[in-house]
C-alpha cells in the first residue's frame, strides 16, 4: 500500500505544501543582528481579515538592527513589511510565506531632553508607553486616542487625538525622524529635506522605516495632566437627538467626543455610547456637553480622571485576533435621518450569531488648530473638510461570514458616502479598496512623483502603495 501511487502521490503534495510553507531561511541574517534581536514567527494582528502571512518575524533590538534587516531583505529578494503595533486592518498587505515582518516591537523606548520640551520616541512605542512617559515627566505629548496602537503609526498618518485641539495633528508636532530609506540607508530627515519631510508626514510606509521620532512635548503643572471625560450612554430611541447635538457641537480646542454604537453579546441590546472629554474643570465640562447631556443619559460616569486614563475607554477593543474589516469614512456633517438608517444595517449585522461584537466609531476633534496650518506643509489630505471620522467594524471569527460583512460594511459606508458627497477618509480608518484620491487627496500626484523618485523599485509598496 505504501508503494502506490496514490499515497505517493499524498506525500508528494505534502512535501510540496510544506516547501511551499517553509519558514524564509534567515541564516544569513541572524549573524549581522545585535544579541538582543529575535526571529521567530511572532507578530499578532488586531485583525485576521486579509492579515500578512510572512515566513519569519525579525525583532530588531536596535535601530541599527533595522537597516541591517532592510539591507539583507533587499540583498536577498525578499519583500518585507514594517509592523508598529499590529493594528492595521486594511487589505493592501501583500506578505506570504516567502516574505518577512520586521517588528518593531522591541523598539520602545521614551527618552527627554532636559527641559522636557522634546521627546525621542522608538519606532515601536505604543501610545500608553509614551503617555506614561509623559505623565511621569509632568508633560503632555500628542498622540492617538487607542493605547495599544502604535504611537508613530498613528502619527505618521496624521496624528489624530484628543490634544490636537491644543497642539495640532501629530505630524505637526514632529521635529525629526530617523528612517532607513529604500536602498537599506540610515539617515535623518528634518525640515531641511523639503520632499522626504512632506512625504513621510502623511505617507511614510510608502518611503521608509521610521525607527525613531524625536517629537514636541509640553510641560505642564499637575493640573495640567488631568481632565473631564467619562462615557454617556444613550438608548437607540434617543439616536437622533443624540447624533444632532453631535453635529451641531461647536468643538473648542478643549473638547473631544466619540460616539460608539456597542453591542451587548449577553442580551443583544444596543447602545449608543458618547465619550466626551474636556480639557479643564467638570463644570466647564458639562457646560460645553449640555446639549448631550440634556437628552438625559441613562448612565453617565465623566469624572476628573488622570492623563493616564485618558483612553481607557478603547482598552476593550485592543484584544488582538478575530477577523474585523473595517470601513471608513471621511464626514462634514451629522445627518440624524441618515444615522438611524446606518444604525439600523449595523444592528442587523450585530444582530447575526458570531458578530455580536461588531461596532460603530466616529470620533470628532477640534479643528481650529489644525487649520491653521497649511494643506501644502505635509502629505496629510482633508485637514479642511473632515469633521468626524466614522467607522464600521465587522467583528467576526469564521472566515465564511467574509461575504457577508462585506457586504454591511459596505452598505454602511456607502449610505455614509452619500449623505455627505464625498468619498474622502482618513488613511488609517480606510480598508484598502478605496481610490488613491480619496486616500491621498490633493497630494497624489506629487507624491507619485517622489516615489519615482525616492523609492523606483517600490521596496516600501504594502500600506495602500502608490
Known amino acids: ?18 516547501l511551499a510553507h517553509a519558514a524564509v531561511d534567515t541564516s544569513s541574517l541572524s549573524p549581522l ?23 519569519a518575524v525579525v525583532h530588531p533590538a536596535t535601530e541599527a538592527d533595522v537597516q541591517k534587516t532592510v539591507k539583507w531583505a533587499i540583498d536577498h529578494n525578499i519583500t518585507f513589511l514594517t509592523q508598529n503595533g499590529g493594528n492595521g486592518w486594511v487589505t493592501t498587505f501583500d506578505i506570504e510565506c516567502d516574505d518577512i515582518i520586521i517588528n518593531l516591537d522591541l523598539l520602545r523606548s521614551v527618552a527627554f531632553n532636559d527641559d522636557k520640551t522634546q521627546a525621542t520616541v522608538a519606532g515601536g512605542a505604543l501610545i500608553s508607553d509614551v503617555i506614561q512617559a509623559a505623565s511621569s515627566n509632568s508633560v503632555l505629548v500628542a498622540t492617538g486616542s487607542c493605547n495599544c496602537v502604535g504611537f508613530l503609526g498613528a502619527v505618521l498618518g496624521g496624528g489624530l487625538g484628543v490634544l490636537q ?20 540607508n540610515a539617515i535623518t530627515v528634518t525640515p531641511s529635506n523639503k520632499d522626504l519631510w ?41 439616536l437622533e437627538a443624540v447624533i444632532a447635538a453631535a453635529g451641531n457641537l461647536s468643538l473648542t480646542a478643549q473638547m473631544a467626543l466619540t460616539l460608539t454604537f456597542a453591542n451587548a453579546p449577553a442580551t443583544n441590546s444596543q447602545s449608543i455610547v458618547a465619550a466626551v472629554w474636556y480639557y479643564g474643570t467638570a463644570d466647564a465640562g458639562r457646560a460645553a456637553f449640555k446639549s448631550l447631556l440634556d437628552i438625559g443619559p441613562v448612565t453617565n460616569t465623566t469624572t476628573v480622571a ?76 482633508w485637514r479642511r ?21 462585506i457586504s454591511y460594511g459596505q452598505r454602511v459606508r456607502e ?22 484620491e480619496s486616500i491621498y487627496g490633493i497630494h497624489l500626484r506629487k507624491l507619485t512623483a517622489l516615489k519615482r523618485k525616492y523609492d523606483p523599485h517600490r521596496r516600501f509598496a504594502q500600506w495602500f502603495p502608490l
Request: proline share 8%; glycine share 8%.
Open 1 to 18: 500500500m505504501f508503494s502506490s501511487p496514490l499515497f505517493k502521490g499524498l506525500l508528494a503534495s505534502q512535501f510540496l505544501f510544506k
Open 33 to 55: 543582528l545585535s544579541p538582543g534581536a529575535v526571529i521567530d514567527n511572532n507578530a499578532p494582528r488586531w485583525s485576521e481579515y486579509e492579515a500578512p502571512h510572512p515566513g
Open 165 to 184: 485641539g491644543e497642539y495640532g495633528l501629530g505630524v505637526d508636532e514632529l521635529l525629526s525622524l530617523n528612517v532607513v530609506d529604500a536602498n537599506g
Open 198 to 238: 512632506f512625504a513621510l508626514r502623511g505617507a511614510a510606509p510608502n518611503f521608509g522605516i521610521v525607527t525613531s521620532a524625536t517629537v514636541q512635548a509640553h510641560p505642564v503643572p499637575p493640573a495640567g495632566l488631568t481632565a473631564w471625560t467619562g462615557a454617556l450612554i444613550f438608548t437607540p430611541p434617543q
Open 306 to 381: 488622570p492623563y493616564t486614563s485618558w483612553n481607557n475607554g478603547s482598552n476593550n477593543a485592543c484584544v488582538k485576533g478575530g477577523r474585523r474589516p473595517t470601513w471608513g469614512a471621511g464626514l462634514q456633517t451629522m445627518d440624524p435621518a441618515v444615522w438611524r438608517q446606518v444604525f439600523d444595517v449595523w444592528r442587523e449585522l450585530a444582530l447575526k450569531p458570531g458578530a455580536e461584537r461588531s461596532s460603530i466609531l466616529v470620533n470628532a476633534y477640534s479643528t481650529e488648530k489644525v487649520r491653521s496650518v497649511s494643506d501644502a506643509s505635509s502629505a496629510v489630505p
Open 385 to 405: 473638510t473632515i469633521n468626524f471620522h466614522a467607522q464600521i467594524t465587522a467583528f467576526y471569527t469564521d472566515p465564511a461570514f467574509d461575504s457577508r460583512a
Open 415 to 436: 449610505l455614509w458616502r452619500k449623505s455627505d458627497k464625498s468619498c474622502r477618509v482618513y488613511i488609517n480608518n480606510a480598508l484598502g479598496d478605496e481610490s488613491k
